[in-house]
């Protein structure tokens, strides 16, 4: 039996006999939610009718070029949280995940046409949310990231590899982008020439941060590095973030970069892909609702450098990410997934438009921080 899923087959017979499944296969389901790499849900039920479902991905090996130290992170990663949740007296079926070990106990397989496939524990009873729908979800998600934060703050940092060189370093960001404009390789960019100008007349802020954390002034830590709100778990009966998952990313980077491209996804009000730019702007009310989330989970243990870069690493992950957008839609879309040939250039606006809102805004993001760390007694 193969199975094509987004015009991808998956041999599942063969997936079958690599990974230890309890139960006979019911059913399989793609999710749509990650750019990056293939996620499918299958769902077994065992002789006496226990269901039991896992989480099943394909590894994307462009992007993950070093599938070996990934999932050495990964795994390293998934296990300390797992005793960080048994010490805390949590329930370690939903609030992290694990890596399924292979039948030859490997934390990954390699199928017969080379691809990587991987399999963690299905999380019940919890739901994603791809929008902020109010703004306690939002202030939960905050909370999550921040316990995330804390629960992985004595990880060993050097043991983490770095899965993508300089992730979210936005000074050799820029020079990549600038690359893909020198190369053009698709032909594509002097479709985007006002996007293009809008990136490279703002320069001067992707060596911010990189400038503090050489001058020793901003503390490196383990961050996930890929903070969307739809890597988030929320409990279907309570809404809390029960956990936090994708974790190709977790590298040692700075805490901003976590914050930022938090409030980048959700603390915009439109979609990420949204064509109508007029509909993208900043919530402040998001923007308030994440701060005290976040400061009230990670508050004490961040420095008061941290602190005063919150309101800024919103616009410098938002801009990276739209730099990203647009140097893929020059590139011609290898990195990214795209559903029509212009997605990325669209992802790129939306992303720009953010900037430019925040720009406007950031005297009241400011004030919105020291607001909350008044009200959280935090000294800054
Ligand atoms: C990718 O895989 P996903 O969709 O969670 C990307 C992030 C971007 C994001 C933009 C490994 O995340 O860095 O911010 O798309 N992940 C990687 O939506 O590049
Ligand atoms: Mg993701």
């Not at 949740?85 to 399924?100: A, M, P, Q, S, W």
């Not at 060189?165 to 000074?171: A, I, Q, S």
């Not at 309570?238 to 994708?246: H, K, L, M, Q, Y």
């Amino acid at each position: 039996m193969t199975t094509v899923l987004e015009n991808k087959i998956v041999n599942i017979p063969e997936l079958l006999g690599a990974f230890k499944f309890k139960g006979k296969l019911e059913n399989v389901t793609q999710l749509f939610d990650g750019h990056i790499n293939n996620t499918y849900i299958f769902e077994f039920c065992e002789e006496n009718g226990h269901k039991n479902k896992y989480l099943v991905q394909e590894l994307n090996t462009y992007v993950f070029k070093d599938p070996d130290s990934l999932m050495e992170n990964v795994v390293g990663v998934t296990n300390h949280m797992h005793n960080a949740v048994i010490k805390n007296g949590g329930d370690v079926e939903r609030e992290c995940l694990y890596v399924f070990f292979t039948k030859e106990n490997k934390p990954y397989y390699v199928d017969n046409n080379g691809r990587y496939w991987r399999c963690y524990n299905y999380i019940y009873d919890a739901h994603s949310c791809q929008s902020v729908d109010s703004e306690q979800t939002f202030f939960n998600a905050a909370k999550a990231f921040g316990k995330f934060q804390r629960m992985l703050a004595d990880y060993p940092i050097d043991k983490l590899s770095e899965t993508i060189p300089n992730f979210h370093n936005t000074v050799s960001r820029f020079a990549d982008f600038k690359k893909a404009v020198a190369d053009n390789l698709s032909g594509r960019a002097d479709e985007a020439s006002e996007e293009i100008e809008f990136a490279l007349s703002r320069e001067s802020d992707c060596s911010v941060l990189v400038d503090l954390l050489n001058a020793g002034e901003l503390p490196l830590r383990v961050t996930h590095n890929d903070t969307k709100l739809n890597n988030v778990m929320f409990d279907n009966k309570t809404n809390e973030g029960i956990c936090v998952v994708d974790l190709d990313t977790v590298m040692p980077g700075l805490s901003l970069y976590d914050f930022g491209d938090s409030i980048r996804f959700g603390a915009n009000t439109a979609a990420e892909d949204e064509k109508d730019v007029s509909k993208v702007s900043l919530s402040l009310e998001h923007f308030k609702a994440y701060t005290l989330g976040y400061l009230s989970a990670a508050g004490e243990s961040l420095t008061k450098k941290e602190i005063e870069y919150l309101a800024f690493s919103s616009k410098l992950m938002t801009l990276e990410c739209g730099m990203r957008f647009l140097g893929d839609f020059i590139n011609g879309d290898v990195y990214f997934k795209t559903a029509y040939p212009e997605h990325n250039l669209v992802r790129c606006r939306t992303q720009f438009a953010l900037v430019a809102d925040i720009e406007r805004k950031l005297p009241e993001m400011q004030k919105i921080v020291d607001d909350c760390c008044r009200e959280l007694g935090i000294e800054k």
